[in-house]
């Protein structure tokens, strides 16, 4: 599959099957793959916790959801076989940019007006979804609640210095139920007409 399929195939998959895991030898591929994503002075200020035992993934969804009856989203997504969670490392990226070619010494978040950290982890996590689009895995990209963040980062051990940008689910659909297409598409994709300013902005 060629990248212009892989991204104009690929769709968020919300509804796993439980009874097929992902080969580890093709989540190690797909791992390898995103960590060939571009970042600021080669910082690669990223890591990964894998999480595919039913255990770990339990704690996971025990840090993140409430009691009680899960709802049809958390039922669909609680299946998935493999849960990537995706961090950054700022610190990483501060004593990169203070070093002699770099030159920030004073490792100021001020000279930072986008936090590059973060947009180096989300490109390698698209990487890392169109890695599995390719490979017939299907894949969602999702948040960790605010107040969960606390509780998953003790759960399994993450340092302070790394924030949790996000988590990939990865996995088969459930051939027994449709994946459901998001209402959010009801809105329809914006044309490359209402979004590209060849030159800049005019008549503004």
Same mark, same amino acid.
Do not use: I, N, Y
């Given at each position: 599959m060629d990248v212009t399929t892989a991204v104009r195939s690929r769709r968020m998959c919300r509804r796993f099957d439980p009874e097929r895991p992902?080969?580890?030898? #093709? /989540? =190690?591929?797909?791992? *390898?793959?995103?960590?060939?994503?571009?970042?600021?002075?080669?910082?690669?200020?990223?890591?990964?916790? #894998? /999480? =595919?035992?039913?255990? *770990?993934?339990?704690?996971?969804?025990?840090?993140?959801?409430?009691?009680?009856?899960?709802?049809?989203? #958390?039922?669909?997504?609680?299946?998935?076989?493999?849960?990537?969670?995706?961090?950054?490392?700022?610190d990483a990226y501060l004593d990169r940019y203070a070093e002699p070619d770099k030159g920030w010494s004073d490792r100021s978040e001020d000279d930072w007006p986008v936090p590059y950290w973060d947009t180096d982890v989300a490109m390698a996590s698209m990487i890392l979804l169109l890695a599995a689009q390719e490979r017939g895995v299907s894949q969602l990209f999702f948040g960790v609640p605010a107040g969960a963040h606390g509780p998953v980062r003790a759960a399994f051990g993450i340092p302070e210095r790394l924030r949790i940008v996000g988590v990939i689910a990865l996995g088969y659909p459930d051939p027994k139920t449709a994946n459901p297409r998001s209402p959010s598409l009801r809105r329809g994709r914006r044309r490359l007409a209402d979004v590209l300013h060849r030159g800049g902005f005019h008549g503004a």
């Open positions: 992902v080969p580890d030898e #093709l /989540l =190690t591929e797909m791992l *390898d793959l995103a960590v060939r994503a571009p970042s600021a002075g080669h910082t690669q200020g990223w890591e990964w916790v #894998l /999480l =595919t035992g039913a255990r *770990d993934r339990g704690r996971f969804w025990g840090a993140t959801t409430v009691g009680g009856e899960p709802d049809r989203w #958390l039922r669909g997504v609680r299946a998935a076989p493999a849960l990537v969670l995706a961090l950054s490392d700022k």
